[in-house]
């Protein structure tokens, strides 16, 4: 079955702790992205990649970070530096769009909950 | 930066009721997509628009996408509990480089 796995499902952090969110994709999908979720903020939006060993930054990317050294695979640190961690963070995928033309949807994944201890 | 602006933030409605949320560039979209986000889950991608002036359906859903392509609407008739979430449009715009844009979304409640 395709789709998009985050782990973990929740993840406690300590004052000065970096902690590594994941996520693996199997849809053979080019581009991903990491969005935080707040109540009431909507999706912000983090880092994306469109293609391995290459992101972006997004909105809101001071205090995290990112790799993509695999197609399948781009994991978020939450950084020390981040110092208002405490929110749901949402994985997505989808093929890659054109400049020009039309984004492709988005498929996300089920999210990781991250609370400070 | 770039904004798109969804209006209202909330909404209850009795069973029954229509239901409509508004969505707001300042800047031409390339296209508009909308998700909906259920209690505790992950947002799923409803529709796409891409040309001026667009309407679509999916049965009690009406998608529409503004003449000028600015602006977006998504018309709920005859609202049912399952229709319960949080519902986000998502703006593309015409720059290299540059991901989608969600709206803070609409949280629709609906009372049988």
């Known amino acids: 079955d395709g789709g998009i796995t985050q782990s973990p499902k929740y993840l406690f952090r300590k004052e000065g702790q970096n902690v590594t969110l994941s996520c693996e994709q199997n849809?053979?999908?080019?581009?991903m992205y990491w969005y935080r979720q707040d109540p009431g903020q909507g999706l912000r939006l983090i880092y994306y990649s469109q293609i391995v060993n290459d992101f972006q930054k997004g909105d809101i990317a001071e205090g995290y970070s990112v790799s993509r050294e695999k197609k399948e695979s781009f994991p978020l640190t939450v950084t020390s530096a981040q110092k208002n961690p405490t929110a749901f963070y949402l994985c997505?995928?989808?093929?890659?769009?054109?400049?020009?033309?039309?984004?492709?949807?988005?498929?996300f994944g089920d999210g990781t909950r991250l609370s400070i201890l | 930066g770039q904004q798109v602006m969804q209006i209202p933030q909330y909404q209850h409605v009795q069973e029954g009721e229509d239901f409509t949320t508004y969505c707001n560039s300042s800047t031409t979209l390339s296209n508009i997509q909308w998700y909906k986000q259920r209690p505790g889950g992950h947002p799923v991608f409803l529709i796409q628009l891409v040309k001026s002036g667009e309407v679509k359906k999916q049965k009690r859903l009406t998608f529409q996408f503004g003449e000028a392509k600015k602006n977006s609407s998504l018309h709920i008739t005859a609202t049912q509990t399952t229709d319960v979430g949080t519902y986000f449009c998502a703006g593309f715009l015409i720059q290299a480089g540059t991901a989608l844009i969600f709206g803070k979304g609409t949280t629709l409640s609906v009372s049988s």
């Open positions: 849809l053979n999908h080019d581009a």
């Open positions: 997505a995928s989808s093929p890659k769009g054109t400049v020009s033309g039309p984004n492709q949807p988005q498929h």
